[in-house]
Structure formats: structure tokens, C-alpha cells
């Protein structure tokens, strides 16, 4: 015991001369904060992917709340006017003043969207910094990971161009100590168009399953060219795309024959799919499924409906209202709302109804959920039942992002508060807008015979019938009335064309609000929408209005003013 004792003595004494050694080294008080890597484990290939897959992390837009997921369903469609926050007044008030057009700059939401994005530009520049010390990265590695990492910071920083306008640009050589004394700057589309450029020259263009891809970049940048009013030079892009692109799995780029199968879980990574988002379930976060849109389902469905909860998204009057047709073709002058759609509002479900016999687009009923016309495999829509407050928000409920009747636990995440975790992906670009803004640059500079192919031919697609909305019976569920355009008689005549087919194809889908301010038409527009609109939902809607000069952008967050100062970035006007 005695000789055990004096070896363990001389043990320890020995270890603490060793610790006081170490102690007097400047490197033993250098220590990783929790749950960091070292470089020599972050600058190999593994690491470097790894912070790569981070990146991709952000697209989803986890890191603040429901307002930066990437499909904008606040910031893009409710804005836009293609629908209203939905539920009642007493849930999620932040987004009432949203859907005024009376957000101010103390927004918690608009906060955690600017620091959500540049979370992403941060997480791209890691990666680029990673690699320029990459240890075992070959030079093909490491062109396709830079071009991944540049794309998606490309992305990010368009995404705060459209919606502030105003913001810092720093790439990977800007040290973080340094990120704060950025100046904000509106001409940020060199460094976007750097971005896109890079990814285009160095991806391939199969590149996997849920990874972008050269000719995401390629179409990316058509989207910057267009949103400068460089038509010519989009065109150029959108041709290459158009006539070559494929997706990151190997699929030509192709309008699918069934609209519907766009927005069906079962049929994700398509060939319409150019920028995704992709999305899991029961991976121990729901974060990982669409939490995004975790609100956005018909209210208090029980099991014979899907999610359960809550009644938010809900499509506006004037949405529905914009799938009427005459002679099968949109009415382009607005006049839809001087025949609108029937509907249930104010009716109780046990009410006698009878839907809408007049022609419409069949897009209507794979777009808006409304009251007798078959929902998703749920059976009818049962109307007032399914809406939380009708004289609040409208008697239409959300459908082109809800699951299938059948998909519970094997499509969806089921292991939180709500069944509403779905797990379809959610396209940044799909093909039919890329034909459309084609179209669109067509119009400006080039072809409007090229533009109206390519209008009819996402107009061709809708037409399908058999892929239409039926009831149980197999019969239409509506009056389906649809035909493609003749001729585009004039310039004029065709820019409404193409802008209007943007609203009925790419209803809901965050595109609407940044369309309507860069064509330069918010104004008018949405004061026409709010006038018609809070005819029927008063308490809503009344007094409301949109004010050219200011809502064109969203206020910075006064938040992030504070921490920068005025002078480095300045709010944006009138607010």
C-alpha cells in the first residue's frame, strides 16, 4: 500500500508540474467554444462538405420563424395580394400589419428574415474560406463545392435585394470583425451576377439529387437580368436553359403533363424542378420537413382533414376571382370581379349550396380550396367547417402545398403539436416560370411570337384534361374552360398576357409582391386589390393601403440599424 501510494503521489505531483507548464502558454487559454471544430477538421473534404450541407441548411430558413421560409408565403403572396393571413385576428398579429401594408422597421419577423439570409451568406463564406486551406481537396472538388457555395450566396443575397433593397455585400476575404463596418449599398447585383457566373462556369450540370446544378445558376441569372431590365441579355440565358438544361439528377427541363403532381410529395425531384428545397421527416427535427408551412392548412380538420390546424394562407377573393374565363381566356381587364366566383361565405356547412357553374381555369381547383369541390383525396371541401373565421378571412382555404388524403407519417413529420410538417419539396424555380420570364423578356426585347409559345405552352399543360379536378363519379368537378392564345396583337397586349399567366400559374408560391414592384405596378395594383377586397372583409381590410415610394421595399430592421449605425445603413425611404 505504501508503494502505491508514493507512485500515485509521484503521479499526480508530475501532472500538476506539467499542467502549471502548459499554463504559462498563450495557446492553453485558446479554447473552442462548445460544439466548434478546429481548421485542421474543418479544412479537409469531409469538413468542407459538411459546412456545405450547413449551407444548404439555411435555404429552409430555420433559424428565426415562419417568415423566412423560401416560399414567402407572407412576404410574397400575402403581399401580393393572392391571399390574407387567414385564421382570425387574435393569431400571429404580427403579420397583421404585414397584410396592411403598415409594417414598421421594430418587425421581429423582418428581423429574424435579414438574419436568417445573411446567416446563409455566412455559412457560404465559411465554406469558400475552408477551402482556400482545403488539406486534401482535389481541384475538381473543389471548382463543383465553390460553385455550390456561391449559387446558394447568390441566393441569399438576391432574396434581401428584393426585399430590402439596401443592404451589406461582403464575401469570404471580409474578415467578421470587419462585417460590421460594410457600407449598404443598392448595386448589389455584381456580386449576385458574380455568384451565378462562377456556378454556371465550374457546376455540372448532373450533380445529384437535391444539390443545384449548373443550369440553376444559368436560370438564376436570367432571373437577375430580368429583374434589371436587361432583357436581351436574359434571353440569352433562358435560351440555353430552355433548349438544354436538365435538373441536378439528370431529368430534361420539361413542363409535366399533371399540374397537380407538381405539388405532390410522391412526385418530388420532377422534371419541372430547376431550384429546390428540399425537405424529410421523423429525422428528429421538424425543422427538417416544411416548418415553414407548418400553419398553412385548412382549420380544425380533424382526422378527416389534413393537419389539423390552423387556418392561415388563406386565398383572397381576388385570386379566386382571377380564374374566370371567357372564351376560355383570362380576363385581363379585371373584369373578373365584376362576375366572381360563388362561394360559401357566410353560409354554415349544413347550409344548401351550390358551387360556381360558370367557366373557370382548371388551376383554380388545384390552387384554392373551396367549398364542394374535392380536396386532395379528403373528399368535399365542407365549406365554414374548415375555415376559423369567415367574416375575418375569407371562405377559401389553402391547397397547392397540402399533403394527401394517405400521406400522414410517410409524407409528413407527425412528431409535434400539429400533423401540419409536410415533407414536399418547394420550388425556388420551376420550369413554367422560367418559359414565363422568357416570355416576359420576349415581350420587352425580342419575339412576341416566341412569347406566346411560350404562354400556351404552360397553358397547354393546364388545358389536360385528364388531369383535371373530377368528383368521385369521374365528372368534372367545375366548368373548366381553358384554350390557348391566338396571337399576341401588340406589345401591350402581350405584356398583360404573360404578366397575368405569371398570377394564375404561380399562384401562392411567393412570386407575386417582387413581380408586381419590379414591373413598377404595386401601387395600382394592390390598391385595386385592397379596394375590392375590404368590400367584403371590412374589418380587415378598411382604410388600408399600399404607398408607392416606401412599400416597395421593407423597412430595415431597426435592430440591425442599431448595431451598425445610421450612416452605415441607412433605412430605406419613408419609413
Same mark, same amino acid.
Request: hydrophobic share 35%.
Given at each position: 500500500m505504501?508503494?502505491?501510494?508514493?507512485?500515485?503521489?509521484?503521479?499526480?505531483?508530475?501532472?500538476?508540474?506539467?499542467?502549471?507548464g502548459?499554463?504559462?502558454?498563450?495557446?492553453?487559454?485558446?479554447?473552442?467554444?462548445?460544439?466548434?471544430l478546429?481548421d485542421?477538421?474543418?479544412?479537409?473534404?469531409d469538413?468542407?462538405?459538411?459546412?456545405?450541407?450547413?449551407t444548404?441548411?439555411a435555404?429552409?430558413?430555420v433559424?428565426?420563424?415562419r417568415?423566412?421560409?423560401?416560399?414567402?408565403?407572407?412576404?410574397g403572396?400575402?403581399?401580393?395580394?393572392?391571399?390574407?393571413?387567414?385564421?382570425?385576428?387574435?393569431? &400571429?398579429?404580427?403579420?397583421?400589419?404585414v397584410?396592411?401594408?403598415?409594417?414598421?422597421p421594430?418587425?421581429?419577423?423582418?428581423?429574424?428574415?435579414?438574419?436568417?439570409?445573411?446567416e446563409?451568406?455566412?455559412?457560404?463564406?465559411?465554406?469558400?474560406?475552408?477551402?482556400?486551406?482545403?488539406?486534401d481537396?482535389t481541384?475538381?472538388?473543389?471548382?463543383?463545392?465553390?460553385?455550390?457555395a456561391? @449559387?446558394?450566396?447568390?441566393?441569399?443575397y438576391f432574396?434581401?435585394?428584393?426585399?430590402?433593397?439596401?443592404? *451589406?455585400?461582403?464575401?469570404?476575404?471580409?474578415?467578421?470583425?470587419?462585417?460590421?463596418?460594410?457600407?449598404?449599398? =443598392?448595386?448589389?447585383?455584381?456580386?449576385?451576377?458574380?455568384?451565378f457566373q462562377?456556378?454556371?462556369?465550374?457546376?455540372?450540370?448532373?450533380?445529384?439529387?437535391?444539390r443545384?446544378?449548373?443550369?440553376?445558376?444559368?436560370?438564376?441569372m436570367?432571373?437577375?437580368?430580368?429583374?434589371?431590365?436587361?432583357?436581351?441579355?436574359? +434571353?440569352?440565358?433562358?435560351?440555353?436553359?430552355?433548349?438544354?438544361?436538365?435538373?441536378?439528377?439528370?431529368?430534361?427541363?420539361?413542363?409535366?403533363?399533371?399540374?397537380s403532381?407538381?405539388?405532390d410529395?410522391?412526385?418530388?425531384?420532377?422534371?419541372? /424542378?430547376?431550384?429546390?428545397?428540399?425537405?424529410?421527416?421523423?429525422?428528429?427535427?421538424?425543422?427538417?420537413?416544411?416548418? !415553414?408551412?407548418?400553419?398553412?392548412? *385548412?382549420?380544425?380538420?380533424?382526422?378527416?382533414?389534413?393537419?389539423?390546424?390552423?387556418?392561415?394562407?388563406q386565398p383572397?377573393?381576388?385570386?379566386?376571382?382571377?380564374?374566370?374565363?371567357?372564351?376560355?381566356?383570362?380576363? @385581363?381587364?379585371?373584369s373578373?370581379?365584376?362576375?366572381?366566383?360563388?362561394?360559401?361565405?357566410? @353560409?354554415?356547412?349544413?347550409?344548401?349550396?351550390?358551387?360556381?357553374?360558370?367557366?373557370?381555369?382548371?388551376?383554380?381547383?388545384?390552387?384554392?380550396?373551396?367549398?364542394?369541390?374535392? &380536396?386532395?383525396?379528403?373528399g368535399?371541401?365542407?365549406?365554414?367547417?374548415w375555415?376559423? /373565421?369567415?367574416?375575418?378571412?375569407?371562405?377559401?382555404?389553402?391547397?397547392? !402545398?397540402?399533403?394527401r388524403e394517405?400521406?400522414?407519417?410517410?409524407? =409528413?413529420?407527425? /412528431?409535434?403539436w400539429?400533423?401540419?410538417?409536410?415533407?414536399?419539396?418547394?420550388?425556388?424555380?420551376?420550369?413554367?416560370?422560367?418559359l414565363?420570364?422568357?416570355?416576359?423578356?420576349?415581350?420587352?426585347?425580342?419575339?412576341?411570337?416566341?412569347?406566346?409559345?411560350?404562354v400556351?405552352?404552360?397553358?397547354?399543360?393546364?388545358?389536360?384534361?385528364?388531369?383535371?379536378?373530377?368528383?368521385?363519379g369521374?365528372?368534372?368537378?367545375?366548368?373548366?374552360?381553358?384554350?390557348?392564345?391566338?396571337?399576341?396583337?401588340?406589345?401591350?397586349?402581350?405584356?398583360?398576357?404573360?404578366?397575368f399567366?405569371?398570377?394564375?400559374?404561380?399562384?401562392?408560391?411567393?412570386?407575386?409582391?417582387f413581380?408586381?414592384?419590379?414591373?413598377? +405596378?404595386?401601387?395600382?395594383?394592390l390598391?385595386? &386589390?385592397?379596394?375590392?377586397?375590404?368590400?367584403?372583409?371590412?374589418t380587415?381590410?378598411?382604410?388600408? /393601403? !399600399?404607398?408607392?415610394?416606401?412599400?416597395?421595399?421593407?423597412?430595415?430592421?431597426?435592430?440591425? +440599424?442599431d448595431?451598425?449605425?445610421?450612416?452605415?445603413?441607412p433605412?430605406n425611404?419613408?419609413?
Amino acid at each position: 500500500m505504501k508503494t502505491f501510494f508514493k507512485l500515485r503521489t509521484t503521479t499526480i505531483l508530475a501532472s500538476m508540474l506539467l499542467i502549471l507548464g502548459v499554463s504559462c502558454n498563450d495557446e492553453f487559454l485558446e479554447v473552442l467554444p462548445t460544439d466548434s471544430l478546429a481548421d485542421a477538421q474543418v479544412n479537409t473534404k469531409d469538413g468542407i462538405e459538411g459546412l456545405l450541407i450547413g449551407t444548404y441548411a439555411a435555404v429552409n430558413g430555420v433559424f428565426g420563424n415562419r417568415f423566412e421560409g423560401p416560399n414567402h408565403w407572407v412576404t410574397g403572396s400575402i403581399m401580393g395580394g393572392e391571399a390574407n393571413k387567414g385564421t382570425d385576428a387574435g393569431d &400571429y398579429g404580427a403579420i397583421n400589419p404585414v397584410q396592411r401594408y403598415e409594417v414598421d422597421p421594430t418587425s421581429g419577423d423582418l428581423n429574424n428574415l435579414w438574419r436568417g439570409r445573411f446567416e446563409g451568406v455566412s455559412r457560404a463564406n465559411a465554406v469558400l474560406s475552408a477551402l482556400a486551406n482545403a488539406t486534401d481537396v482535389t481541384a475538381e472538388d473543389a471548382a463543383r463545392i465553390a460553385g455550390e457555395a456561391r @449559387l446558394l450566396r447568390g441566393h441569399f443575397y438576391f432574396d434581401l435585394k428584393k426585399h430590402f433593397n439596401n443592404i *451589406p455585400v461582403f464575401d469570404e476575404t471580409v474578415a467578421a470583425v470587419d462585417v460590421p463596418l460594410v457600407v449598404a449599398t =443598392t448595386d448589389v447585383w455584381p456580386q449576385i451576377e458574380a455568384d451565378f457566373q462562377f456556378a454556371f462556369d465550374n457546376l455540372p450540370g448532373e450533380n445529384g439529387a437535391g444539390r443545384v446544378n449548373k443550369w440553376a445558376a444559368g436560370a438564376y441569372m436570367g432571373k437577375a437580368k430580368l429583374f434589371q431590365g436587361q432583357f436581351s441579355e436574359a +434571353i440569352t440565358w433562358f435560351d440555353d436553359v430552355i433548349a438544354n438544361g436538365t435538373t441536378s439528377n439528370g431529368l430534361t427541363y420539361q413542363l409535366l403533363d399533371d399540374y397537380s403532381s407538381i405539388f405532390d410529395a410522391e412526385n418530388d425531384q420532377h422534371a419541372e /424542378s430547376v431550384f429546390d428545397v428540399e425537405s424529410a421527416n421523423n429525422t428528429g427535427s421538424v425543422q427538417n420537413a416544411n416548418a !415553414f408551412d407548418d400553419l398553412n392548412y *385548412p382549420y380544425n380538420t380533424g382526422e378527416d382533414g389534413p393537419g389539423n390546424c390552423c387556418g392561415f394562407f388563406q386565398p383572397s377573393f381576388e385570386l379566386a376571382n382571377s380564374f374566370r374565363t371567357s372564351g376560355g381566356l383570362p380576363l @385581363l381587364d379585371r373584369s373578373y370581379n365584376a362576375d366572381p366566383i360563388e362561394n360559401d361565405f357566410g @353560409l354554415e356547412s349544413s347550409d344548401p349550396f351550390t358551387p360556381d357553374a360558370g367557366p373557370v381555369d382548371p388551376r383554380l381547383d388545384h390552387s384554392v380550396g373551396r367549398r364542394d369541390i374535392p &380536396y386532395l383525396g379528403w373528399g368535399p371541401h365542407p365549406g365554414k367547417d374548415w375555415i376559423r /373565421s369567415q367574416p375575418y378571412a375569407g371562405p377559401y382555404s389553402p391547397k397547392k !402545398f397540402v399533403y394527401r388524403e394517405g400521406q400522414d407519417n410517410s409524407f =409528413t413529420d407527425g /412528431s409535434s403539436w400539429t400533423r401540419g410538417y409536410a415533407t414536399m419539396n418547394y420550388n425556388i424555380i420551376r420550369f413554367a416560370d422560367v418559359l414565363l420570364m422568357a416570355a416576359e423578356a420576349e415581350v420587352e426585347a425580342g419575339s412576341l411570337t416566341k412569347a406566346l409559345d411560350y404562354v400556351n405552352q404552360v397553358r397547354r399543360r393546364a388545358a389536360n384534361a385528364e388531369f383535371w379536378v373530377k368528383t368521385e363519379g369521374g365528372a368534372d368537378a367545375a366548368n373548366y374552360v381553358i384554350s390557348e392564345y391566338t396571337s399576341f396583337p401588340d406589345q401591350n397586349f402581350a405584356r398583360d398576357a404573360v404578366r397575368f399567366e405569371r398570377k394564375l400559374e404561380l399562384s401562392g408560391e411567393g412570386h407575386r409582391f417582387f413581380d408586381l414592384v419590379r414591373w413598377g +405596378i404595386a401601387a395600382e395594383e394592390l390598391n385595386a &386589390y385592397l379596394a375590392y377586397e375590404s368590400t367584403l372583409l371590412v374589418t380587415k381590410f378598411g382604410g388600408a /393601403s !399600399f404607398t408607392a415610394g416606401k412599400n416597395e421595399y421593407y423597412p430595415i430592421p431597426q435592430v440591425q +440599424i442599431d448595431i451598425q449605425g445610421p450612416e452605415i445603413l441607412p433605412q430605406n425611404p419613408n419609413y
